[in-house]
């Protein structure tokens, strides 16, 4: 049996826990324990979390990091436009290396599990490749060559918009209905690190009965869906439909436990109370929504209202889940001139169990016996860190941390990232590499 | 004479060049070429910058990064509670090593010059130590053996509020009147890295007759001051004076082009034509806004009036003069919902020659012939920045970059960080150091 010895590590408390010993088994955590002596086990120095969630990722998107940002004028839909292109050119002999090395970069980022909200699903015009899955298999195939845990949002896209055609790039998004969705997703192959769940692209892009076949098909499984990111989006539904997104993601039967909505920035009090009563997760991406000029979510309402936080690096502008896990706070802090909303251990809650549920994952994300063998370790030796004491070390974790403090990662109890480097890709390289094509 | 060749330098315009050669002539630059073979000078891989000026630095607050940042509940003002407890345990043998840890933090950050607003000048009760500038001092060999560049901006710090006494922690910012406050600096030492300027703390603590002795006092120098960073300041000011802070300050014959608004968050139109019309510069503080719950500033329709834009750490909760440049333009899009307020470029100079005309160093800043030799240069290596295609690598080192991708720093022709490491200090020892007392 393996053990690791950690110098501190966060149990869930205010603080973190010195010298914890954890016990492997196979993939699992077998034991716990505070207050003891390293022995022979593996030392980690530094501060250890439970491995990381990134619960909301289009992997393709690294691509338009820093070729986006830059222009004067626009909004979410002349960057989607620029998106649009970008998708033009991707099959799955281009997406699978770029997939691995952003799937890489998330892991030297401190991310154990990752959430792909996948739509890239078809050639150019539509057409099925000669293995309809080809572009999620490529993203199954990445994610296991970069180490990370997988779950695969096969999403459904149906349409242009309410009573549009879909446009070119679009077209590739599109599955000819539910039904042929759900065949097609059937074939794709679950494995120990890799499981399949299910996404709503958004109700600009699936019509209500659509949403309701695509719920009853996901049952027990993750069900994500894009909700209420764009006023515009807001406005649409309404004249569509006379309900809000949530409003009619709830009539379609979505909402529950299982179900995740994905920056729910501009909701009405009513869609509050449906997500939170409904015991929803709530999955922000504050420096995408920054980069999107989207706005800034109400997270502590949604979740006194008893919805659940989760957070993705979504667009890839950067990969950063410390930096997304304090933007939740920090930016509702702009928003409201008050401090302190949400607690630094729920943040790292947020980015730990609240991801790892949100995937389907629910005995990720905490460090405990029987759990998931997933852990991040911080260095305390950068200075972003140095000195910080262990009574402070959550929120120095989630206030002051960035992804470059990361030095160990450690999935399913294999070793992935050592000394702050990936063991067995040149991440960089491999960044290089795919973003030349 | 020396010569450094940049594998690519940004010289101004929207994508850097590359192969550039700059000869040095002591801690100026000699001439600049573009396209130019390396030959025998040493060789700067990657992207180089002008140095980044970090216009506005309490050091001493460093002590709070990861302390203040948690609490449930509270605001500015509490924040404040905080930071005048740290203020009761410092004197200059505990200020000398802080500051230098936290200097050669900056400069590890790419930063080759530091406003220090320094209003933390006696001891307990505000009685003057020995040396009454025994702490400005400590402020000064402090960056000389970090080797960053500064500027101390000597503050004058009247009295607790409009009509309110100076508390216990207030006591030691305060000298007994402007005259004394001047005599006090103009014992101050500058040096050829070290130049002296003044600062009226804000209008909460500065009357207008001492406002105006101080701005009269500054005459070329710069002169800085903390503006409207909370809607109550605001309205405290208007309550005393009748006028916004803005408005008082300009009746004081403060504003102008060698004045520096530190914040200016809360503005009226007319505050914003004033300070445009001035020609001053607005100091943004992004991350210290936003954890401190202060707001969105509105930085574009100040430069647009005619201000110029710097940035500045202020509280250290972070020091990321990346993450700062970058959150003028993403806080903008939060506030607005629209994109591209501030080109690239832009964005750099107020990090850079804005910076640089703030703290009266108007020779630096730039990369060109007469200009100061203060450079920084990012690795193109890191997983964050890998891949730039040259024509985008502007708007990825504003976008994307970290501090951690710096890799080498170069003030006033000398070589302070090399290969990522501050060449004489082990400076995560030092933060450890100091932060333990």
């Known amino acids: 049996m393996t053990a690791l010895w950690c ?13 914890v010993l954890i016990e492997l088994d196979g993939e699992r955590i077998a034991s716990v324990r505070a207050g003891a002596p390293a022995g022979d086990a593996r030392r980690l120095a530094g501060l250890t979390l439970p491995g990381l969630a990134n619960a909301h990722s289009h992997t393709f998107q690294r691509a338009l990091r820093g070729r986006t940002q830059g222009a004067l004028g626009g909004s979410f839909w002349t960057w989607r436009e620029q998106m649009y292109a970008l998708v033009e050119r991707l099959d799955p ?57 997988l779950t695969l949002l096969d999403t459904f896209y149906g349409h242009g918009g309410a009573g549009r ?97 994905v920056h729910a920035t501009h909701l009405t009090g009513e869609d509050v109370a449906l997500l939170g009563g409904a015991g929803a997760t709530v999955c922000l991406c504050p420096t ?8 800034i979510g109400g997270a502590r309402r949604l979740r006194e209202a008893g919805a659940r936080l989760a957070v993705g690096s979504d667009s890839q502008a950067v990969i950063d889940p410390f930096e997304e896990a304090r933007a939740i706070e920090l930016d509702e802090r702009l928003a409201t001139g008050v401090r302190g909303h949400h607690a630094p251990g729920d943040l790292l809650r947020a980015a730990t169990a609240g991801g790892y549920a949100s995937l389907g994952w629910p005995e990720g ?55 702050g480097a990936h063991v067995a890709l040149d991440v960089a390289a491999e960044l290089r590499e795919a973003l030349a094509r």
């Open 7 to 19: 110098e501190l590590a966060w149990l869930g408390g205010e603080a973190p826990e010195p010298g």
């Open 93 to 149: 002999d281009a997406y699978l290396p770029l997939a691995r090395a952003t799937f890489a970069e998330m892991v030297l980022a401190g991310i154990t599990l990752v959430g792909e909200f996948h739509y890239l699903h078809h050639g150019a015009g539509g057409r099925a490749y000669a293995d309809p899955n080809a572009m999620g298999e490529a993203i199954v195939t990445a994610a296991g060559e970069a180490g990370v845990r």
């Open 165 to 261: 055609e879909p446009d070119a790039a679009q077209q590739r998004f599109c599955d000819p209905g539910v039904e042929a969705w759900s065949q097609r997703v059937a074939a794709l192959r679950e494995g120990p690190a890799v499981r399949v769940g299910a996404a709503i692209h958004s109700v600009r892009a699936v019509d209500p009965e659509a949403a309701a076949a695509v719920a009853a098909w996901a049952g027990e499984r993750p069900l994500h869906a894009h909700v209420s990111e764009q006023p515009a989006e807001n406005a649409e539904c309404l004249t569509a439909h006379g309900a809000t997104p949530t409003a009619v993601l709830a009539a379609a039967g979505a909402l529950g436990e299982h179900f995740t909505a």
């Open 288 to 295: 995408t929504e920054r980069d999107l000029a989207d706005g």
């Open 365 to 419: 994300g905490r460090i405990e016996a029987g759990a998931l063998a997933d852990l991040t370790t911080l260095s305390l030796d950068g200075v972003r860190l140095a000195g910080t004491p262990p009574e402070h070390a959550v929120a120095s974790a989630v206030f002051a941390a960035a992804a470059g403090d990361v030095h160990a990662v450690t999935v399913g109890g294999r070793e992935i990232v050592r000394g």
